[in-house]
């Protein structure tokens, strides 16, 4: 989902605000942002809330289920089969794109893939549904980003405003992701182009522009042309699993000299800088993970859904599976489960990122440095069996 940090804006303490003066305040802010106060007050006097939308802004997927759960739920055959289908009805459209921005077709078609199952979520009424309505749900629902949620109610108010999109057509996710590639409203505006040259940016009803649109957001994140996401690869035994911190960048060719090896050398060159990094510890896969895998997270912070969207695109290309397995057997914790690894650890000196319940970067940094501090093999991994023993400490 284009756009959707999650979980960096702290908790605001004011109390709850009735939807309808809600309401008022953002017709006002929306005119205050240049919004003409007739549009806004057309498409927000008499909403109600969408009981539906504040729910998912705790349970998402990609943070909440196993990497591989996640992985396997969106990367099927059926979903590789129609893929090539489609880049092949699209090869024309895909080779214009590829030469203006340089972005490989597999690389789009998966992220179309992902993001709506080529387009056959937007018309399901049980998944999409109107932008303005979900946004201003938000915005006077969700204290903790109740300002972001504005400023893409404004955005979406921006959109109309162009003629981009009809109210009717204008709708998305349950957090206002627009088209067949899921832009935020702000993002539509920056990033969205019209590659079919009918005039407007439609990212309902124009493949071409959805898909161009992609490359060019991925383009100005700093796709770079011509290389790859990265790769799965084998560690030797006795690796030092302290190296696979996700951040220190060394080429492939150091790498391979401390017996890291791809699985799959080609489209690699032994000047590509490249992390290490373990999403389900030492029993499950590795990952060296190129420049352009950061783009791939820039779309959407979770290292999940970046790695579905990297694996569907090598499958799109005919590459096969992964080489190890995951460690399946492992129970996987719940949400109140990581506030409480995320606190333990705090609570021990190391710094988790936040007690948010998502296990980022920080957090597995901090598992890193206090699994080293007692002995054991630091690979960053946050199971069931790592809470037991730290709740199992004075």
């Not at 506030?339 to 296990?359: E, N, S, T, Y």
Request: aromatic share 8%; glycine share 10%.
């Amino acid at each position: 989902m284009l756009g959707l940090a999650l979980g960096t804006t702290a908790a605001r303490a004011d109390p709850p605000e009735p939807f309808p003066a809600c309401l008022d305040r953002l017709i006002t802010q929306g005119e205050t942002a240049g919004v003409d106060r007739s549009l806004a007050e057309a498409q927000l006097r008499g909403l109600t809330p969408d009981e539906g939308v504040l729910a998912n802004t705790r349970n998402q997927a990609e943070f909440a289920r196993p990497v591989w759960a996640y992985l396997e739920a969106s990367v099927t055959d059926a979903k590789v089969a129609e893929g090539r289908r489609l880049l092949s009805v699209w090869g024309t459209t895909l080779d214009a794109i590829e030469a203006r921005y340089g972005v490989d077709r597999d690389t789009l078609v998966a992220f179309w893939g992902v993001e709506s199952s080529y387009g056959a979520v937007l018309d399901d009424p049980s998944i999409v549904r109107p932008a303005i309505r979900s946004l201003a749900t938000l915005a006077c629902g969700d204290a903790t980003r109740a300002d972001y949620w504005r400023d893409e109610l404004i955005a979406a108010l921006r959109i109309l405003a162009a003629g981009d999109a009809t109210p009717e057509r204008l709708t998305g996710s349950w957090a206002g992701a627009l088209g067949h590639t899921q832009f935020m409203p702000s993002v539509f505006l920056k990033r969205a182009v019209d590659f079919d040259g009918d005039g407007r940016r439609d990212l309902w009803g124009s493949v071409p522009d959805a898909l161009a649109s992609t490359a060019h957001y991925l383009v100005t994140e700093g796709w770079r042309r011509g290389e790859r996401w990265g790769a799965e690869a084998v560690l030797p035994p006795g690796f030092d699993l302290s190296l696979a911190d996700e951040t220190t960048a060394r080429p492939l060719a150091e790498w391979r000299s401390l017996g890291v090896n791809p699985v799959r050398s080609d489209g690699l060159a032994d000047d590509q800088r490249a992390t290490l990094f373990l999403p389900a510890g030492q029993r499950g896969p590795a990952f060296l993970l190129l420049p352009n895998f950061a783009v791939i997270l820039r779309y959407n912070t979770a290292f999940a859904y970046a790695l579905t969207v990297a694996h569907l695109s090598d499958r799109l290309r005919g590459q096969p599976g992964f080489a190890t397995d995951w460690p399946r057997g492992d129970r996987m914790l719940g949400t109140e489960e990581r506030r409480d690894l995320q606190d333990r650890l705090v609570a021990r000196g190391f710094a988790a990122g936040g007690i948010d319940g998502k296990i980022g970067p920080r957090t597995r940094a901090a598992i890193r440095a206090y699994q080293t501090s007692i002995g054991l093999p630091p690979d960053g991994y946050a199971d069931a069996g790592l809470l037991d023993r730290l709740r199992a400490e004075p």
